[in-house]
């Protein structure tokens, strides 16, 4: 969207410089009386100072050429890079949504876990509440049938 509309902004005033270049150099060239630029005795441009204007225009404008030919590789290479960035970071958000995902899974499994965990523990106590009880029981049974030998025990002698 926008930055291709930048991209398109950049490239018409390239453009429009290089035909601004062009036209400069074809009106100058017109502008040069009639004859052969090549012709050293041309009366018509003593000197040869047409011919200079015209061979620095051109000079001006192949560079001209280049230096656009070059920002335009130095673009396209910079857009091939950023296309790229863009892709590479698609993979990293797709890459962390999915270890997000995974994260939530574990943590659902840890959390049954712990539960089933704490399950046990409530058992467990429980378990060993009821005993400490039953030995308690236990305990006091066999003192009292002590208690009752030893009655049995006494009133036999």
């Known amino acids: 969207g926008v930055d291709s509309d930048k991209e398109s902004d950049e490239e018409g005033g390239m453009k429009a410089a290089r035909s601004n270049s062009i036209t400069k150099a074809f009106n100058l060239s017109s502008l040069a009386p009639t004859g052969d630029l090549e012709d050293e005795d041309d009366m018509t441009d003593p ?7 015209v ?5 001006a404008l192949a560079a001209s050429e280049m ?9 396209g290479s910079t857009i091939q890079r950023t296309t790229d960035l863009e892709s590479e970071c698609l993979q990293f958000e797709h890459r962390a949504a999915v270890l997000v995902k995974e994260a939530d899974v574990h943590r659902i499994e840890r959390d049954k876990v712990y539960e089933a965990m704490a399950e046990k523990n409530t058992e467990l106590r429980n378990y060993l509440q009821q005993r400490k009880e039953e030995v308690a029981i236990e305990t006091e049974l066999k003192k009292e049938l002590s208690r009752q030998r030893s009655k049995s ?3 036999a002698a």
């Open 47 to 53: 000197g040869g100072l047409w011919k200079e204007e």
């Open 55 to 59: 061979k620095s225009l051109q000079q």
């Open 67 to 75: 230096e656009t030919r070059d920002a335009h590789e130095k673009m």
């Open 153 to 155: 025990e006494k009133e």
